[in-house]
């Protein structure tokens, strides 16, 4: 339960540190737009992520902020992916050619990558192994689906290219609920698609679902959640709803992500630990706040020396970032819908992507922050020793008043020192959105502060 003097459960969600309205146009930095080639040299290629960001939808939902257009006309589909394959040669030819480069990890996101018809999905992989050789059959890689897209066909193209994960929003078995939420969809649709989806040799099936919406009940929660296990799923993410400015939500006055409102926030914990108690209790284990994993599922994630908070990104596409040790960057970003075509039409109009256009460094003091938010976010804790080795303190020694504050609202496992390990207890696995943003730096802090919504 929480009190007026507790701290609110659901601030920001954060899946990437610093944000993107935290970035910049590099170009106002001294030194201006720092060319790839520079930024590539002397960074360890061995073990690298892949992204390919699709930015189209069929449909936008309530509760999305992120970048992507309602459909694509006039042959836009087209031209973006002749933009995304400019930019892999650009990235590519950045990498050198002196060493080898490896990826160890790949992923298709959006937006949603099955908007594409099954020959443009079969050139999007073509980008990502002609361009970029990566070897999609030999590494993981994951792709965003969609009920409304999910189609035999582009199902058929994933498979034989190598996928190994499907990750589809279903977000509500409960046609109420999803048209609350600002997403129409009939449930037959959905589970022809999950029948699809099975029917393929992909071997791990992720299913989005979403708690807190308007309505929602512990009971209609329990029949979504028996929902998605009927299909048994490898992976089961568990998402709060968020009302964000600019989304369909928001414009209908569907709750202020400002305002201290805490029947809210009781109603999305206790549906929390509802689900998580549900799903503990079928064999599922819990990896993240977010994230349950079956107990018996393949392992699909990545070769046991790859780090995501260590190695880096190489992100195609106008809404994908990029990571290096010192940068991170991508291009601008927008949510409002007449913005974000704007961006896309740049994009597609671009010839030269040899430069970073818009980021943020992330050296120094926001090394360590993003390593130890990366890391304690996750179920499992950060290896104590490994944050010495890399960095040669302790996060104890780095950021005294945060840990003492999280130990002091009980959101750290006190036995996990004894292990080696940070690692949160299940109060603190239930604050990830509060504990997260009290890492952020103060000028990261003070550059989203100033963000001007858009």
Known sequence: MTSPHSVRPYQSYVYAYPHKTAYEPLGR?????????????GERKD????????????????FCNLFTRIGAPDELTTRYLDALDRQATAVRDALGDGEPVRFAAAAFGGGT????????????????????????????????TSPSTATADRLAVLADRGTTRISI????????????AVRPQRRADVEKALGLIRDTSVPVLN???????????????????????????????????????????GRLGAGDPAAADAAWDEQRLRLYRSGRDHLLAHGYEQVSMRMFRRADAPRTDGPDDYACQTDGMIGLGCGARS???????????????????????????TEDFSHAEVGRYTDGDEA????????????????????????????????????????????????????????LSPEGLAHSDALGPELFSPAVRAAMAAYEVR
Do not use: N
């Not at 594409?116 to 030999?138: P, Q």
């Not at 929003?169 to 609350?180: D, H, I, L, M, T």
């Not at 890399?390 to 036995?415: C, H, K, N, V």
């Open 29 to 41: 930095l001294p030194g201006g737009r720092p060319a790839l080639r520079d930024l590539w040299a």
């Open 113 to 144: 990558p099955t908007f594409l018809t099954a020959g443009e999905l079969e050139r999007l992989c073509d980008i990502a192994e002609k361009r970029m050789d990566a070897d999609l059959r030999s590494v993981p890689l994951s792709v965003e």
């Open 47 to 62: 073990a690298l992520s892949l992204y390919l960001h699709i930015p189209f939808c069929e449909v936008r939902c309530g």
């Open 169 to 180: 929003g279903v977000q509500s078995f409960v046609e109420a609920e999803a048209r609350a």
């Open 207 to 249: 299913i989005d679902l979403i708690y807190g919406i308007d309505g929602q009940t512990e009971e209609s929660w329990r029949t979504s959640l028996d929902a998605a296990l009927g299909w048994r799923p490898e992976e089961l993410y568990l998402y709060p709803l968020y009302v964000r400015p600019l989304t369909a939500l």
């Open 368 to 423: 360590r922050r993003r390593h130890l938010l990366q890391s304690v976010l996750q179920a499992g804790g950060m290896e104590l020793s490994g944050y010495r080795e890399r960095f040669g303190t302790s996060p104890y020694e780095d950021f005294p008043a945060e840990t003492a504050g999280f130990e002091a609202r009980g959101w750290l496992d006190q036995g996990a020192a004894a292990e080696g390990l940070l690692r």
């Open 323 to 349: 990571y290096t040790s010192r940068l991170h960057y991508s291009f601008d970003y927008a949510v409002e819908m007449r913005r974000v075509r704007t961006i896309i039409d740049a994009y597609t109009a």
